[in-house]
């Protein structure tokens, strides 16, 4: 009996382990063999663990926006998704999870479970798989982690092309047009207005000599003089490094709708002043715009042979261009204010009057000083220079040269500081206007007789301004720097020259240009920054 026992239970385990090698067998063959694995679906198949439930928390936190951005990603072409986000999953399946999480909804990832078998063979075979389901799930994890941070990297990138993460398509188009904003964004941060050359153009000038007599002055309209030569008037200036917008008056005024552009500065801020408005109204009579220097205190004192300044407004746009003359860009008061030759106090570290109170009611602002600063006018206007409401004794200061650079630095300081006050305004300080006397100086015989353009050269190449008080004034403040003064060192064709008006023998005018002429550049160039 016990020998029995013992021979049955051995035959019952022998019977068993043969069991056990046939259904390995048949499994293996099952799922090696197409024939075979047409009828089920391989066990691996519907026991992978449906980790797209894992995305779809992660998505949940982004506000349910990220979800969508999935889909749209997944919707890309595999060969173009690399671009947009490159190694999802760094495993041997990558591309078949990244593609299943993405294509596919949670409930069609789990099959039906009619399809499971519920023999013991396929319970064996399900129990063998399970042990390997951790680590499935552990690579699904890594993948839907790094789907997780690839949508971060999406919304950075986002954010930093300023493009909507829907923007994102497959066509070629959309990807030239966010390359294309890119380069745009490039090119104003490399582009130096300043860097260029001088081009002819045979739609200039912008307007006629002939015709600009309400806002031109007769002394500098070389068209009413008797100078014959007028190829300086065909010249454009190209930066090189950007395209700068072709300005004309419409488009100006369009661009200044109910703003006011005040010029501050000496003699050559009037001739850029007369220069924008000739180009505003294309040299033609406009009686619609309005004289409103009385608003600004602009009138002429009883015995003096000129307003301060003037004011014109354009009612079609509420536009106002205006220019006051500050010659020093700092405070001028009478010392004994009852005595009419008293000197005048000239205080570096104040600002003109004027700007003090009007400031508020400008929306751009250019300023300009330099060819004052000289011993002999000084002496002649009774200037007396004064730092801290009393006269100087500083050495330094005490110099011409030193006496304006405290000044620029001094006035570009303190609009520097009204700007918080006024977050619309723009500043400028405009570089200093090159003179041109050869062979002396405006009052020993110097000449500026050459009439062949850019006989010196046209083009600009150098990054840094040939003017570096007005550089090292602005730089790192709010207050920009027109810089004017390279591209018009190559124009000594563009002056006065002889033909001025008063004709005073053995004087030329070598230090103010004819208009239409190179102060036409300056407000092109001030146009492309507004």
């Not at 013992?6 to 239970?9: A, F, R, V």
């Not at 068993?16 to 048949?26: D, K, Q, S, W």
């Not at 030239?176 to 294309?180: A, D, I, M, N, Q």
């Given at each position: 009996?016990?020998?029995?026992f013992?021979?049955?239970?051995i035959?019952q385990?022998?019977?068993?382990?043969?069991?056990?090698?046939?259904?390995?067998?048949?499994v293996?063959?099952?799922t090696k063999?197409?024939?075979?694995?047409?009828?089920?679906?391989p066990q691996?198949?519907?026991?992978r663990?449906?980790?797209?439930?894992?995305v779809?928390d992660?998505n949940?936190?982004?506000?349910?926006?990220?979800?969508s951005?999935?889909?749209?990603?997944?919707?890309?072409p595999?060969?173009?998704r690399?671009?947009?986000r490159p190694?999802i999953?760094?495993?041997?399946?990558?591309?078949?999870?990244?593609?299943?999480?993405n294509?596919?909804?949670?409930?069609?990832?789990?099959?039906?479970?009619?399809?499971?078998?519920?023999?013991a063979h396929?319970?064996d075979?399900r129990?063998k798989?399970?042990t390997?389901?951790k680590?499935?799930?552990?690579?699904?994890?890594?993948a839907?982690e790094?789907?997780s941070?690839?949508k971060?990297?999406?919304?950075?990138a986002?954010?930093d092309?300023?493009?909507?993460i829907?923007s994102?398509?497959?066509?070629?188009?959309?990807k030239?047009?966010?390359?294309?904003n890119?380069?745009i964004?490039?090119?104003?941060q490399?582009?130096n207005?300043?860097k260029g050359k001088?081009?002819?153009d045979?739609?200039r000038?912008?307007?006629s000599g002939?015709?600009c007599?309400q806002?031109?002055?007769?002394?500098?309209a070389?068209?009413?003089?008797?100078?014959t030569d007028?190829e300086y008037?065909f010249l454009?200036?190209?930066p090189?490094?950007?395209r700068?917008?072709?300005?004309t008056?419409?488009?100006f005024l369009s661009?200044m709708?109910?703003?006011?552009l005040?010029?501050v500065g000496d003699s050559?801020?009037?001739q850029?002043?007369?220069?924008?408005m000739?180009?505003?109204?294309?040299g033609k009579a406009?009686?619609?715009?309005?004289?409103?220097?009385?608003?600004?205190?602009?009138v002429?004192?009883?015995g003096?042979?000129?307003?301060?300044g003037?004011?014109?407004r354009f009612?079609s746009?509420?536009?106002?261009?205006l220019?006051y003359?500050?010659?020093?860009?700092c405070?001028?008061e009478p010392i004994d204010?009852?005595n009419p030759t008293?000197?005048?106090?000239?205080?570096?570290?104040?600002?003109?009057?004027f700007?003090r109170?009007?400031?508020?009611?400008f929306?751009?602002?250019v300023?300009?000083?330099g060819?004052?600063?000289n011993?002999?006018?000084l002496?002649?206007n009774r200037?007396?220079?004064?730092?801290?409401g009393v006269p100087?004794?500083?050495?330094?200061?005490?110099n011409i040269n030193?006496?304006?650079?405290?000044?620029?630095y001094?006035?570009?300081s303190?609009?520097?500081s009204?700007?918080?006050?006024?977050?619309?305004l723009k500043a400028?300080?405009r570089?200093m206007?090159p003179?041109h006397?050869?062979?002396?100086d405006w009052?020993t015989g110097?000449?500026?007789?050459?009439?062949?353009?850019?006989?010196?050269?046209?083009?600009?190449?150098?990054e840094e301004s040939?003017d570096p008080l007005?550089a090292?004034?602005?730089?790192?403040k709010?207050?920009?720097?027109l810089?004017?003064?390279?591209?018009?060192e190559?124009?000594?064709?563009?002056?006065i020259?002889r033909?001025?008006?008063k004709?005073?023998p053995?004087?030329?005018?070598c230090?103010?240009?004819?208009?239409?002429?190179v102060?036409?550049?300056?407000?092109e160039i001030?146009f492309?920054?507004l």
């Open positions: 009996m016990k020998g029995g013992i021979g049955l239970k035959s385990v022998s019977l068993v382990l043969i069991g056990f090698v046939c259904a390995t067998v048949l293996l063959a099952w063999t197409t024939f075979l694995s047409s009828f089920v679906q691996d198949h519907f026991l663990v449906p980790s797209d439930r894992s779809k992660t949940s936190s982004d506000g349910g926006s990220s979800s951005q999935l889909g749209t990603i997944a919707n890309v595999k060969n173009e690399e671009d947009i190694s999953v760094d495993s041997t399946n990558s591309d078949k999870v990244s593609e299943e999480i294509s596919k909804p949670a409930e069609n990832i789990t099959p039906p479970m009619n399809t499971m078998s519920t023999n396929g319970k075979e129990n798989h399970m390997t389901s680590e499935r799930q552990g690579v699904e994890e890594k839907s790094k789907v941070e690839e971060i990297r999406l919304k950075e986002e954010n092309i300023s493009l909507p829907s994102v398509s497959t066509s070629s188009s959309s030239s047009e966010r390359k294309e890119v380069t964004s490039r090119e104003k490399v582009c207005l300043a001088w081009v002819e045979p739609k000038p912008l307007y002939f015709g007599k806002w031109l002055s007769p002394m500098w070389c068209r009413l003089t008797q100078r007028f008037e454009r200036w190209q090189r490094d950007c700068m917008e072709a300005f008056g419409p488009k661009r709708v109910n703003k006011t005040a010029f050559l801020g009037r850029q002043f007369q220069s924008l000739c180009m505003a109204t294309e406009r009686s619609d715009v309005l004289d409103v220097g009385v608003e600004y205190g602009l002429q004192a009883p003096t042979k000129r307003p301060d003037w004011a014109y009612p746009t509420n536009t106002t261009i220019y003359w500050s010659a020093s860009l405070g001028l204010p009852s008293t000197d005048v106090a000239m205080h570096l570290d104040r600002p003109p009057a700007l109170h009007f400031i508020h009611k929306d751009v602002l300023l300009n000083t060819h004052h600063w011993r002999g006018k002496n002649a200037w007396v220079i004064y730092v801290g100087n004794t500083d050495r330094k200061i005490a030193g006496a304006k650079n405290f000044t620029v001094s006035i570009v303190w609009v520097n009204q700007l918080p006050k006024y977050p619309r400028f300080y570089s206007s003179r006397f050869f062979n002396g009052n110097g000449t500026c007789d050459n009439t062949t353009p850019l006989s010196g050269g046209k083009e600009v190449l150098k040939s007005a090292g004034a602005t730089r790192g709010g207050v920009k720097l810089d004017i003064t390279a591209l018009s190559l124009r000594d064709e563009g002056h020259s033909y001025s008006i004709a005073t053995g004087v030329q005018d230090l103010h240009w004819c208009l239409p002429g102060p036409d550049a300056w407000n001030l492309a920054q």
